[in-house]
């Protein structure tokens, strides 16, 4: 595909910024009262431009779709999160069939989907419902949102069984470096969130300042996973440029630099064109 175009931003101080694109947000969320054309005004005055939305289930597609053709800056994804999995028989997965076929071109991705061995959601229903998304997937050439929890070596597994090539993300990754690994063998782009703000986070921390820079992408998981110091409190995609500086001083190279890289993969990832 044709690199993305580099956007920079001026700021106050006379410096310029490249701008900012939050891999993975819900800002569709009622818990953000303030609605979104606010939210991205937020986000936007610390240089987040672009933002990517995952679907946690059938109840809001229609909802992100409309958001996308509103504010031609949001893209988004659909799919079957496997927390809300009881909500949903295998006659769904048919939905999310006929609205890939019949989706816009915000819509890039499949997902949020994935395994999660810490709930109680029955295995076997899980496994069949990411193996299903892979295949659509796979049909529709688009990459996929992956939720990872407990589960790294099953979703592998099922992933090389069924041939999948088309590659995606690994959300909010706090694994080791050989895991990651595995991930960007592949094809996968690792998730960077705000567990790195956490100095007790030792292990992902160190992770992340080794792994290919052109393998990252930033997100903020917005409203969940409030990065260190800010406990307590909602996550928002105007923090996005905290988990930048954190990168940054982790890998030992320049904010711009970083952030220069971060836009150009999160481009790549979901096949964006300036």
Request: proline fraction near 3%; aromatic fraction near 10%; charged fraction near 20%.
């Amino acid at each position: 595909m044709t690199k993305p175009l580099i956007q920079r931003q001026n700021d106050p101080t006379g410096s310029t910024m490249t701008n900012l694109f939050d891999t993975h947000c819900h800002l569709d969320f009622d818990v953000f009262s303030e609605g979104v054309e606010q939210y991205l005004a937020d986000a936007g005055k610390s240089h987040v431009t672009k933002f990517m939305v995952p679907a946690i289930g059938k109840a809001n597609w229609a909802r992100l779709h409309a958001i996308s053709k509103q504010y031609r800056n949001v893209y988004f994804a659909v799919g079957f999160h496997p927390y809300f999995l009881d909500d949903y028989s295998s006659s769904h997965l048919e939905s999310l069939r006929d609205f890939l076929i019949q989706r816009s071109g915000q819509c890039v991705a499949i997902g949020e989907c994935g395994l999660d061995f810490a709930i109680g959601v029955d295995v076997q229903k899980q496994e069949d419902f990411f193996v299903a998304q892979l295949t659509l997937a796979t049909e529709f050439k688009l990459p996929i949102v992956v939720h990872e929890r407990q589960s790294h070596n099953r979703l592998i597994q099922l992933i090389m069984q069924n041939k999948f090539k088309g590659g995606g993300v690994v959300h909010g990754f706090s694994g080791s470096k050989q895991q990651a690994l595995e991930w960007i063998k592949l094809g996968f782009f690792i998730g960077v969130g705000g567990t790195i703000t956490y100095p007790r986070a030792k292990k992902t921390r160190t992770t992340i300042s080794e792994l290919p820079l052109e393998s990252l992408v930033l997100e903020t998981d917005a409203p969940d996973m409030p990065f260190n110091g800010l406990q307590g409190q909602l996550n928002h995609s105007k923090y996005l440029e905290v988990l930048l500086n954190e990168l940054a001083l982790l890998r030992k190279e320049t904010k711009q630099s970083v952030a220069v890289r971060m836009w150009q993969n999160s481009h790549l990832l979901f096949d964006i064109c300036e």
